[in-house]
């Protein structure tokens, strides 16, 4: 660790993350032609965004930030391989097996998967021995969320939380990062029994969507859970959902997983085998 990342990990505690957050939404969802054409070429050039295999290429036809920014790919973009798919493009931060109900944030560092599912004991307990896969979005990347394998939804959870940045820099430094922030917690109940899909909050990640209830968050500062009257069912490959601003996917498996060996932090993209369950 270098002293730069502890000391931009450190100046992160004080921060007023959600107020950050929300003015940032605000400018993302600013329809005004000379402001998000702004911000979308300025980004593009920052963070060397390929445009190429958007489904729209074009940067000023976009109505806002937030839809260039959770842009469509075309349809032959990202072919699904077998076995457990990456559920994004990004980082494989981390992944394998749940010891003692722990799952691996960086070196050094571990956090309860009861936590990061809520605080529910009799939940996290159906996970027990299974494994888990952490992919990290960086802000270039493709940022809508997929399946791994197919599943249908048992139940969505709201937790509240903090905001901080969820880079490799915060995540070496802050103890339990993804079981401090703002998450959604979706539980699949799958042919290979259930599987939690949990969408990471972020400092300047505006709000997450899913596909059947649309933008959840910001919600609330209390827990909530929900159900829905209808069965929803999403076929692995479809999207789940996606995020207004880059965070990361934590996903957790009551099986065990065989990855293909692949290395930490190795770079994946949506659709790629990640192991067979």
């Not at 939380?161 to 922030?181: C, D, E, K, M, W």
């Not at 500062?221 to 692995?236: A, H, I, K, S, W």
């Not at 996917?249 to 770079?267: D, I, Q, R, S, W």
């Amino acid at each position: 660790m270098t002293v730069s990342q502890q000391a931009f990990s450190l100046l992160q505690y004080p921060l007023p993350h959600h107020a950050l957050s929300r003015l940032t939404g605000m400018f993302a969802q600013c329809d005004n032609p000379w402001v998000k054409n702004t911000l979308i070429n300025a980004f593009i050039k920052r963070f060397d965004v390929d445009m190429s295999q958007a489904l729209e290429p074009d940067p000023s036809v976009y109505a806002t930030f937030n839809d260039f920014f959770t842009r469509a790919l075309q349809a032959d973009a990202r072919p699904l391989g077998e076995g457990l798919l990456s559920p994004a493009d990004g980082t494989l931060s981390q992944y394998g097996r749940l010891q003692a109900g722990q799952l691996v944030q960086a070196k050094g560092h571990t956090y309860s998967a009861q936590t990061l599912l809520g605080g529910n004991t009799a939940l996290a307990e159906e996970f027990l021995g299974g494994s888990f896969a952490t992919v990290y979005l960086s802000p270039r990347d493709y940022h809508r969320v997929h399946m791994p394998v197919t599943g249908t939804l048992r139940e969505m959870i709201y937790v509240p939380g903090r905001l901080f940045s969820v880079n490799q820099a915060t995540a070496n430094y802050v103890p339990g990062l993804f079981a401090r922030n703002e998450r959604l917690v979706c539980i699949f109940d799958t042919p290979y029994g259930p599987m939690a899909m949990v969408l990471v909050g972020a400092m300047i990640v505006a709000a997450i969507e899913t596909v059947w209830s649309g933008q959840v968050t910001p919600l609330s500062n209390q827990p909530q859970r929900m159900q829905f009257g209808q069965p929803v069912t999403l076929e692995r490959g479809a999207e789940m959902g996606r995020f207004k601003l880059g965070s990361t996917v934590v996903m957790c498996f009551a099986k065990p997983v065989n990855f293909n060996a692949l290395a930490v932090n190795t770079m994946v993209q949506m659709g790629q085998t990640l192991g067979d369950v």
